[in-house]
């Protein structure tokens, strides 16, 4: 059974920084790209940042030299380092698994591209 258990969320003051971790089980963890996507309030989902199974990476241009996308295959673990908070990035933050190994493609489309997701962990920056 595919799991994915996201974690490090929190309060946190504009300026601040964050780093997400997303606990990765029951599949080939290497085999795989994943994503770190969100949903502020009220609206809909956002893609945020991708890592290939080749680790490539790609931001969306809201977060792009602010947030940093890695993972860790050694301990089936994806991250999200973010810096330079900012009050619109107030979010459910979640991590998701491509649903087909050995493959990307563009445009991401949400969220068909991705057959399993975590539970989410809120990130909230406010002062």
């Known amino acids: 059974e595919v799991q994915l258990v996201e974690s490090g969320g929190g309060l946190v003051q504009p300026g601040g920084s964050l780093r997400l971790s997303c606990a990765a089980s029951?599949?080939?963890?290497?085999?795989?790209?994943m994503s770190w996507v969100r949903q502020a309030p009220g609206k809909g989902l956002e893609w945020v940042s991708i890592?290939?199974?080749?680790?490539?990476?790609m931001y969306a241009d809201s977060v792009k030299g602010r947030f940093t996308i890695s993972r860790d295959t050694a301990k089936n673990t994806l991250y999200l380092q973010m810096t330079s908070l900012k009050p619109e990035d107030t979010a459910v933050y979640y991590c998701?698994?491509?649903?087909?190994?050995?493959?990307?493609?563009?445009?991401?489309?949400?969220?068909?591209?991705?057959?399993?997701w975590g539970q989410g962990t809120q990130v909230t920056v406010s002062s």
């Open positions: 890592i290939t199974y080749t680790g490539r990476t």
């Open positions: 998701a698994k491509y649903g087909r190994s050995y493959y990307f493609a563009q445009p991401i489309t949400l969220p068909a591209d991705f057959d399993s």
């Open positions: 029951g599949f080939a963890f290497d085999e795989y790209t």
